[in-house]
């Protein structure tokens, strides 16, 4: 099948949806997603979206914020377009239909998480995502511009390579005309073209045994653009949640809200006593990166799997009424929060770096933005600050949208572009090839590149992974192409360019914490 659009989106979450809803007026769209369109990493947000409302907050405030937690990497210039600009977006989002909680007074309940200063996270309980998610899909099913595909998974973005032409790094002119899709239905690979592509496939959690992500976030996006010859960068920057319910083999990892320190819980150890401000004069609310790592460390000090979260010592009601799906999950596992203390371990959560963009969402290709997870727009720097990603995507799909309407007019289809050849490809019958393969690379991913590092750690990592890499090229070569290879693929890819970078950068910063390099910022 070969089809032709204006904008191609993949991906259908906060950052795909919202761009799709602003140039859905302006030619046809169409949104490719590989599972259901619910499914992705904006659904199971809990927290909430970080936005300066009301004083005492300010911009500067906030930017300050973002910038101390960027461990001196974010960029200034996008940290402030992104802060000075949150207000307006979140107003938008509100008029799409996303409701957020509201106090007695009629005022936005702000919620503070680690490293904000002040209160100012909107949220919709603790299921913000699933909120969020839930009013964007609405708009698109009311828009008649907008195609939604579902269960078609984006196998790679289609440049100048696809026509014979070579294409390295320094290629100063690649462009993007659409992308190859295969069909979960029909089993075929389509070709679509376009003048416009996003990518917005999420983050790449999978990369590690332990995750908060859904299993959709394979780095899907990062690697396409990766294997394009597209800028890829600061992928060592994994943000590793210090609060995953500690429930051993439930994949993924249920997410503990940074909200509930926030709201007065507090981390503990076996014996019951507070151990944070040990490591933090923040106690249980500093910054994401230093709690989990001090978690991890006493871990490995006392042999422990898990430690402890404690919200037993706040107001019942409140509780239950603030954070209902935690208090539902921990109790269908037999934990009560009101009157247990809750298991903690923590999980990859989220990938800081990923596609280069520049302000207005512009790839290194000709006509591809990249906007969420799977881009690095200089935000959020070695660390993200919580609750600014869905802010994050809601600015950087706009300001793609606005450059694109401006572009789309002058660009052509290419119509000489080849369908997809899978002559000569067979059948796969050995599913434990793939399997056994991602099991090994989540456990050296986990082992040797996780919350603390070392250069043997890496190296060790690095060249396990290039057995994995050369046996599943060798596979994906002779296979008709599934999902789980190309995802497989992809994920080897991601673990490659994590470990890469990390490797490069010879000192700790931020969330790239390594024992080789003491740390001589502060
Ligand atoms: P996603 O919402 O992950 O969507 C990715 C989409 O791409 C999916 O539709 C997927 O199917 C599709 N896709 C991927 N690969 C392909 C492919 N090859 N072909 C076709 N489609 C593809 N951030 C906050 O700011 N506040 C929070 O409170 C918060 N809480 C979180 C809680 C959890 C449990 C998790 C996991 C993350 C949380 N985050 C939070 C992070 C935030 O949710 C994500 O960064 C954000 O939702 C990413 O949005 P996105 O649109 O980039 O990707
Ligand atoms: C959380 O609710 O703790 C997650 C917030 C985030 O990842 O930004």
């Given amino acids: 099948m070969r089809k032709k659009v204006d904008f191609l989106v993949i991906g259908s979450g906060i950052a795909g949806l919202s761009f799709a809803l602003k140039v859905a007026d302006y030619g046809k769209v169409c949104i490719i997603t590989k599972s259901r369109a619910e499914e992705g990493s904006t659904k199971y947000a809990q927290g909430g979206i970080a936005a300066v409302m009301y004083t005492p907050d300010t911009y500067e405030k906030h930017i300050e914020d973002t910038m101390i937690a960027g461990d001196e990497l974010s960029d200034e210039n996008i940290v402030r377009i992104t802060i000075t600009e949150s207000t307006e977006r979140v107003k938008e989002l509100i008029e799409w239909g996303a409701n957020f909680d509201k106090n007695a007074s009629g005022k936005y309940d702000l919620a503070k998480e680690g490293g904000h200063s002040e209160f100012r996270v909107l949220h919709h309980k603790d299921n913000t995502g699933n909120e969020i998610e839930r009013a964007l899909l609405k708009s698109i099913a009311n828009h008649p511009n907008i195609e939604m595909l579902e269960n078609c998974f984006t196998v790679d973005i289609i440049t100048q390579h696809h026509l014979g032409i070579e294409v390295n790094r320094r290629t100063p002119d690649t462009r993007c005309f659409g992308a190859y899709v295969l069909n979960e239905a029909t089993h075929e690979i389509d070709t679509y073209l376009s003048k416009v592509t996003l990518i917005a496939t999420g983050g790449n959690g999978n990369v590690y045994n332990t995750t908060t992500n859904p299993a959709i976030s394979t780095g899907d ?302």
């Avoid at 940074?258 to 014996?271: T, V, W």
């Avoid at 990923?354 to 959020?380: F, M, P, Q």
């Avoid at 043997?456 to 690095?462: D, N």
């Avoid at 673990?495 to 910022?521: F, T």
Wanted: charged fraction near 25%; glycine fraction near 6%; include cysteine.
């Fill in 221 to 522: 996006g990062i690697a396409m653009v990766y294997r394009a010859k597209g800028r890829v960068e600061n992928m060592e920057f994994i943000q590793f949640h210090p609060t995953s319910l500690y429930n051993p083999n439930e994949k993924p990892a249920f997410l503990i809200t940074e909200a509930l320190r926030g709201f007065g819980a507090i981390l503990k150890s076996h014996d019951g006593r507070e151990f944070m401000q040990k490591y933090d004069p923040r106690g249980s609310l500093a910054s994401r990166d230093i709690v989990a790592r001090a978690i991890d460390s006493e871990m490995k000090i006392n042999g422990w799997d898990y430690l402890y979260l404690d919200a037993r010592h706040l107001d019942k009601n409140k509780l239950i009424e603030h954070f209902p799906t935690i208090y539902a999950k921990c109790l269908s596992i037999g934990i009560d929060i009101t009157r247990d203390m809750i298991p903690v371990v923590p999980a990859a959560h989220y990938n800081c770096g990923g596609i280069k963009v520049d302000e207005w969402g512009r790839s290194s290709i000709h006509n591809l933005y990249a906007s969420g997870e799977c881009a690095s727009t200089g935000l959020h720097g070695a660390n993200r600050l919580a609750s600014n990603s869905l802010l994050e995507s809601l600015v950087f799909s706009h300001r793609a949208s606005i450059d694109a309407l401006k572009e789309v007019s002058k660009i052509d289809y290419c119509d000489d572009i080849p369908d997809w050849n899978a002559e000569g490809m067979v059948m796969n019958e050995e599913m434990v090839l793939i399997t056994q393969s991602l099991k090994e690379l989540q456990l050296i991913m986990s082992n040797y590149v996780g919350i603390v590092r070392s250069n043997l750690r890496l190296k060790r990592a690095f060249d396990r992974l290039e057995i994995l890499y050369s046996e599943t090229e060798d596979l994906y070569d002779q296979s008709i192409l599934t999902t789980k290879l190309c995802e497989l693929r992809n994920l080897i890819n991601i673990g490659y360019l994590i470990i890469k970078m990390a490797m490069e950068r010879k000192e700790s910063i931020g969330l790239h914490y390594s024992i080789d390099y003491p740390r001589i910022r502060d």
